[in-house]
């Protein structure tokens, strides 16, 4: 059967709900959990980890991604979208360890898909090797550390690429540009990344 969606108006009440191919059919409103894994090494240099979408999703394969992200299904809570950081990661953390930031409307269209999105975003901090994330890998192609700092140079235009650490990929570093991130009309990826900095300078109050 078919995964079924709560689905909502332009004022975000909830209209029904209906199957996952007729949402992206028909674009209609729809909640999703995104989390964004953020740390800092031993010398204090933070980072992003980001996934590596596989090469069999049927949106954007093979393109740099969120850390762990998936769809509320119709009656679930933001809380029960924590279970996509275990599913995608193989890490189990807490609902309530996770750092809010608000909820953002995404709206893309690729190929057939119009995806409307109800993005619950969070940070998850987490310090740990990639060599302890315990992956799926008929999920994930693999993963990758970005500093945020380099990621800032990139996602800013002041550089055309940057290396960053590997897993799961070709080689344990590779080169990304901006054209293997996932594309957003709001400059999604950056505008993390500038709110990750802020949050380990010490502010409390952050929104996407």
């Given at each position: 059967?078919?995964?079924?969606?709560?689905i909502?108006?332009?004022?975000?009440?909830?209209?029904?709900v209906?199957s996952?191919?007729?949402?992206?059919?028909?674009?209609?409103?729809?909640?999703?959990?995104?989390?964004?894994?953020?740390?800092?090494?031993?010398?204090g240099?933070?980072f992003?980890?980001?996934?590596?979408?596989?090469?069999?999703k049927?949106?954007?394969p093979?393109?740099v991604?969120?850390?762990?992200?998936?769809?509320?299904?119709?009656?679930?809570s933001?809380?029960?979208?924590?279970?996509?950081?275990e599913?995608?990661?193989?890490?189990?953390?807490?609902?309530?360890?996770?750092?809010?930031?608000?909820?953002?409307l995404?709206?893309?269209?690729?190929?057939?898909?119009?995806?409307c999105?109800?993005?619950?975003?969070?940070?998850?901090?987490?310090?740990?090797?990639?060599?302890?994330?315990?992956?799926?890998?008929?999920?994930?192609?693999?993963?990758?550390k970005?500093?945020?700092d380099?990621?800032l140079?990139?996602?800013?235009?002041?550089?055309?690429?940057?290396?960053?650490?590997?897993?799961?990929?070709?080689?344990?570093?590779?080169?990304?540009?901006?054209?293997d991130?996932i594309?957003?009309?709001?400059?999604?990826?950056?505008?993390?990344l500038?709110?990750?900095?802020?949050?380990?300078a010490?502010?409390?109050?952050?929104?996407?």
């Open positions: 059967m078919s995964e079924q969606f709560d909502y108006d332009e004022s975000l009440r909830h209209i029904g209906k996952r191919e007729a949402v992206h059919r028909d674009g209609d409103w729809h909640q999703v959990f995104h989390c964004w894994m953020v740390g800092r090494e031993l010398n240099d933070e992003v980890i980001l996934q590596m979408r596989h090469d069999d049927d949106m954007y093979g393109k991604d969120i850390s762990a992200a998936g769809h509320l299904e119709a009656g679930e933001v809380a029960d979208g924590v279970r996509e950081i599913e995608e990661l193989g890490l189990r953390v807490n609902f309530e360890d996770l750092v809010p930031l608000g909820r953002r995404g709206i893309s269209r690729y190929r057939d898909v119009v995806d999105q109800i993005c619950h975003v969070f940070f998850c901090v987490c310090s740990r090797s990639l060599a302890d994330y315990n992956y799926r890998e008929d999920e994930v192609k693999g993963l990758l970005l500093p945020l380099a990621g140079s990139l996602l800013s235009g002041e550089v055309d690429s940057v290396m960053v650490e590997a897993v799961g990929l070709r080689a344990d570093r590779v080169t990304i540009g901006v054209g991130f594309p957003s009309v709001d400059h999604y990826a950056l505008k993390t500038i709110l990750a900095k802020r949050y380990f010490g502010e409390k109050h952050l929104y996407i």
